[in-house]
């Protein structure tokens, strides 16, 4: 088989990696990939990134199957274009990456289908959020309606905080049009946690839970990041957190993708805040998480290959998904000065062959890693326990070096 992965990070190198184990897979085309899929076995970056021409590359190299990694690609319509032209691909299709790609079209499907959700209003017209301001309850979260590369939503602690956030979203365009209408959302307190699933068309079958680290500083404190770090699977999801996200969030998506005809096969990622009146759905993703992705996937037994074409058919299970048991710690090394301003261009030293190294902002050059972005790679550690793990990917950590290299130390800790 020949696969095609969109995307170029730490999350695609993961993919890439756990598909490689599958003797059927010959070659998997990363587009546009990054130093690690440049030198992997049975691997090559090909350049191809607008959808029009990843269709002609598919088309014209035989592949079998297309992953898009990110969510960029789904919003415009790879799925649907791949679909036209008999390409096959895992994802949603337009509308459906809309839960996604639209915060209030994700939140009133989540209304309609009684999704449990923070309570929330949307607006398109900057005076009439303003006013609801006035007398809205603080803390409140101001979110712009489309995607915003992650920095979209603003967890405001004063009344004067959100009426700056309506203003830089919807007067001053900040995100340009993902800020033309915004959702003013009721602040929820608790615990985070990503679950991330396969929906064949039929169910939706979850991957084992897993808790993203999104801020910059130890502690979470100081900015939000795409993800520093993750713990698998997360302490926080007991048994009964499990079943009320069954029962109160997972079972009500399958209704409602049915009943809105968005039937594909394809990954929902759930972002939950674990409260103290049950868990609550923050948002979909219609893709895989990152880091979440490198975190799960060492610990799944199950060929991922095998899980993909079952969904494909619409036929997958619980029972296709085995995991090994153990509890794995995924740490992000980034270059000083992320998510802000940074260097690049150092050379990446102490990788040693075998190790659960994932690369996403590094290019290989004359036969170097050479860091070109602002997460770097990610470590993982796998073992028994969460605490043997965190031990592991840290001995793994402190070997690895570059230039201003950053990392936080404590993940895994609960807090
Ligand atoms: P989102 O892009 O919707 O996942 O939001 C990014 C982050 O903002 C989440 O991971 C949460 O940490 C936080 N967040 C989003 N919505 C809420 C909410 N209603 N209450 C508290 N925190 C939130
Ligand atoms: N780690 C969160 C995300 O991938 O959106």
Not at 177 to 191: C, D, H, I, R
Not at 275 to 280: A, D, I, L, Q
Request: glycine letters at 10%.
């Amino acid at each position: 088989m020949r696969i095609l992965i969109t995307g170029g990070g730490g999350r695609e190198h993961a993919l890439a990696v756990k598909l490689a184990e599958n003797s059927r897979v010959e070659r998997i085309f990363c587009a546009p990939g990054n130093g690690a899929t440049a030198i992997m076995d049975k691997c090559e970056n090909i350049e191809a990134s607008d959808i029009e021409s990843l269709a002609e590359f598919a088309f014209s190299h035989s592949i079998d199957l297309t992953i898009p990694g990110a969510e960029d690609l789904l919003v415009q319509g790879i799925v649907d274009l791949f679909e036209s032209k008999n390409l096959p691909i895992f994802g949603p299709h337009k509308e459906a990456a809309q839960l996604e790609g639209s915060k209030s079209f994700a939140k009133d499907f989540m209304k309609k289908y009684g999704i449990r959700t923070a309570e929330y209003e949307t607006f398109t017209s900057a005076i009439k959020a303003l006013s609801y301001l006035e007398h809205a309850q603080i803390p409140i979260v101001v979110k712009a309606d489309g995607l915003a590369a992650g920095k979209g939503v603003i967890i405001c602690q004063s009344r004067d905080e959100a009426v700056k956030a309506v203003h830089n979203i919807m007067i001053n365009n900040c995100f340009g049009e993902a800020g033309s209408s915004v959702v003013l959302e009721e602040y929820l307190e608790g615990y985070e946690a990503s679950i991330l699933s396969v929906f064949d068309g039929n169910t939706i079958t979850p991957f084992i839970s897993a808790k993203d680290h999104k801020k910059i500083g130890e502690g979470e404190t100081g900015l939000n990041t795409g993800g520093m770090g993750v713990i698998a699977p997360n302490p926080y999801v007991t048994e009964s957190v499990y079943e009320d996200f069954l029962k109160n969030i997972s079972d009500r998506t399958v209704v409602g993708l049915k009943a809105e005809n968005l039937i594909f096969s394809g990954i929902i990622f759930f972002g939950l805040m674990i409260t103290e009146k049950g868990v609550y759905l923050l948002e979909y993703n219609l893709r895989m998480g990152d880091p979440e992705t490198q975190a799960v996937l060492p610990l799944l037994e199950s060929d991922l290959l095998d899980i993909i074409e079952k969904a494909g058919k619409g036929h997958l299970s619980m029972d296709d998904l085995k995991w090994s048991g153990n509890c794995s710690c995924a740490v992000v090394q980034a270059s000083g000065g992320y998510p802000l301003s940074y260097e690049k261009g150092y050379e990446i030293r102490g990788i040693e062959k075998d190790q659960l190294v994932y690369i996403s902002g590094a290019q290989f050059s004359e036969g170097k890693l050479i860091t070109s972005g602002g997460r770097v790679l990610t470590v993982v550690g796998t073992a028994q326990t969460a605490e043997e793990a965190k031990k592991e990917a840290y001995r793994l950590m402190d070997k690895i070096t570059f230039k201003d290299q950053y990392y936080r130390k404590d993940i895994g800790t609960i807090e």
